[in-house]
């Protein structure tokens, strides 16, 4: 009976597990649902930590999920062009995200697991990305400001 108990317990422990992390979708698209072009959308996102985030590409343009920026100790990620890629944000904090080919058209977006412990260096590090950018240089600004 005791062993029975326990290896009930062993079941109910995996299922809470796989029941506490959720999936989240962000659409890589050319023309988003507001008529602006080569946006990510949601282009600010905060999940709990563990969570996972699935990037989709809704039309074929050279879509690619860059991360350039992560929390200490997280690993960065680089998805095929038009290719959906799962990433899971195991370190709490702020991730900065670009579509490899559009990033100077400002196809950007910002991610948030748990808090937002790195903010100062996400600001810093957007800025300055934000420069080389011929449009949508406010987008990495407008998705930050969000971040509570
Ligand atoms: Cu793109």
New binding site residues.
């Given amino acids: 009976m005791k062993k029975l108990a326990l290896s009930m317990l062993a079941v109910l422990t995996s299922l809470s597990f796989g029941a506490w992390s959720a999936d989240h979708e962000v659409k890589?698209m050319?023309q988003g649902t507001e008529g602006q072009s080569?946006v990510f959308e949601p282009s600010y996102l905060k999940v709990a930590v563990g969570d996972t985030v699935t990037f989709k590409p809704m039309q074929k343009?050279?879509?690619?999920s860059y991360s350039i920026f992560e929390p200490s100790g997280a690993t960065p990620w680089k998805a095929q062009p038009d290719m959906e890629i799962k990433v899971k944000l195991d370190k709490e904090g702020i991730y900065l995200v670009e579509?490899?080919?559009?990033k100077t058209l400002g196809?950007v977006a910002v991610l948030q697991a748990g808090k937002p412990v790195n903010l100062a260096e996400a600001k810093q590090k957007a800025a300055e990305e934000s420069a080389k950018m011929m449009v949508g240089k406010d987008r990495f600004e407008k998705a930050l400001a969000q971040v509570k």
């Fill in positions: 890589m050319t080569l343009a050279g879509h690619t579509c490899f080919v559009h196809m």
